[in-house]
């Protein structure tokens, strides 16, 4: 299935001078999006999740009892509409919601649609039709899921046009989670899973608790789901917190289909939630082609970039887009993997083990939080990486500083990894 990179490629980057500081900024308007083939997860774990609590009922169940899903199907329309109005936890309102003009409801769409209708939360294909069973876009369901997080179109939250960077911005999509032109039922099921771990607009709660002090889902259901989200949060935040750090790093891809190769080693700085990474890449394709070259990648609250690639029979797109394609360096420029990949954080000794979807990762931190070693293996649809860095040096004095020229850098993703 074709994958897309939860990516937009951004003109105007911020331009600064060497020796000042990088900025937390808030990204320029997307110019365009770089739709590319790129790995999926599997994320069957999420549609389990979301119909354990209640949200999520598939398509019936197998000659077992198990609940079968069809995520390989496209999202509908209707579809879309039920989840927000579950997300919202407004399902038993909508049973007394008014009738709308659209002619083209089964009965079971009909609540949903109706109450979302009423308040200005969807609108119909014309005046009477609603197009139920119309495909849902990635643009359309993000639109949905921030609304169910109480953003609004309305008062400018964010616009239509611009729901996916704003997913990204709070950390509803990120590197490997989301199609944004082949949308599918899975794509549903985890950016639904993802909501329900951040915090609503205005609230100082998540919004699966939300859901459990409303009554809608059961708070022992709830809890389970919350210990593995409270895990990957907290490891994050507190390797955020830590002193910054430098450390040697080294990190590969393989495809094993096109026989294409990445590389990617030198010295990673960490300060926060800002990263910068000296290095040397290397591309190696299969039809015997190869460039290897000093580079620059800054991490922070605006994505990745990549210092302009200067080499014969190259350009920088051509560069540029197989990044994008195999989300490499979100992978590589984050000591926590995409928040989409993992399934449990477990403690051990000094360290944490990571297993992920298609791999494991693993952790190692001294006792004031900075990460000493870390490992990463995993594949993904005949793409293997692996990712080691050892920590070499950590003190208060380090700083990233922004690069010369770094208003010509190269946008990778609008995800910081």
């Not at 002090?213 to 708070?219: L, S, T």
């Not at 389970?224 to 450390?247: K, N």
Request: aromatic share 6%.
């Amino acid at each position: 299935m074709k994958r897309l990179v939860a990516g937009a490629c951004v003109a105007g980057l911020l331009i600064g001078s060497a020796g000042a500081v990088v900025s937390e900024m808030t990204p320029p308007p997307v110019v365009e999006l770089m739709p590319e083939e790129t790995p999926s997860v599997d994320y069957k774990a999420s549609a389990d999740v979301l119909y354990q609590l209640g949200l999520f009922q598939g398509s019936g169940t197998d000659r077992f009892g198990q609940p079968v899903y069809e995520l390989e199907l496209p999202c509908t329309r209707a579809e879309a509409a039920v989840m927000l109005v579950r997300l919202l936890g407004l399902e038993e309102e909508a049973k007394n919601a008014a009738a709308t003009p659209f002619i083209d409801l089964q009965d079971w769409q009909a609540p949903y649609v109706n109450l979302l209708y009423h308040r200005g939360m969807v609108k119909g294909a014309s005046y009477d039709r609603f197009e139920p069973e119309s495909p849902c876009t990635a643009q359309m369901y993000t639109a949905f899921m921030l609304r169910a997080l109480g953003y609004s179109d309305q008062q400018g939250d964010f616009t239509y046009d611009n729901a996916i960077l704003k997913a990204m911005q709070i950390g509803l999509i990120d590197s490997f989670s989301c199609d944004v032109e082949d949308f599918r039922r899975d794509d549903a099921a985890q950016m639904s899973r993802m909501a329900l771990e951040l915090t609503p607009k205005g609230s100082n709660i998540t919004l699966l608790d939300k859901l459990v002090n409303d009554g809608i889902v059961d708070a022992d259901k709830a809890q389970m789901v919350e210990q593995e989200s409270w895990q990957v949060v907290s490891l994050r935040e507190q390797i955020q917190m830590a002193q910054p750090y430098e450390a040697d790093i080294f990190g590969a891809l393989l495809d094993n289909v096109s026989g294409n190769s990445i590389s990617l080693h030198g010295t990673l700085t960490e300060e926060g939630k800002r990263a910068r990474l000296d290095g040397v890449l290397s591309v190696a394709l299969a039809d015997g082609h190869s460039v290897s070259q000093q580079v620059i990648v800054l991490r922070d609250s605006s994505g990745i970039s990549l210092s302009p690639l200067k080499s014969e029979g190259y350009r920088d797109d051509q560069i540029a887009a197989l990044l994008r394609q195999t989300n490499f360096l979100s992978v590589v420029m984050s000591a926590v993997p995409a928040r989409s990949l993992i399934t449990d954080v477990r403690l051990n000794g000094e360290g944490y083990e990571m297993p992920l979807l298609n791999g494991t990762a693993a952790l190692t931190v001294n006792q004031t939080g900075v990460p000493q070693t870390r490992t990463l293996d995993m594949t993904l649809h005949d793409m293997m990486y692996s990712v080691t860095a050892r920590t070499t040096r950590s003190d208060s004095e380090l700083r990233i500083s922004v690069p010369d020229g770094y208003s010509s850098y190269i946008k990778i993703s609008n995800t910081p990894g």
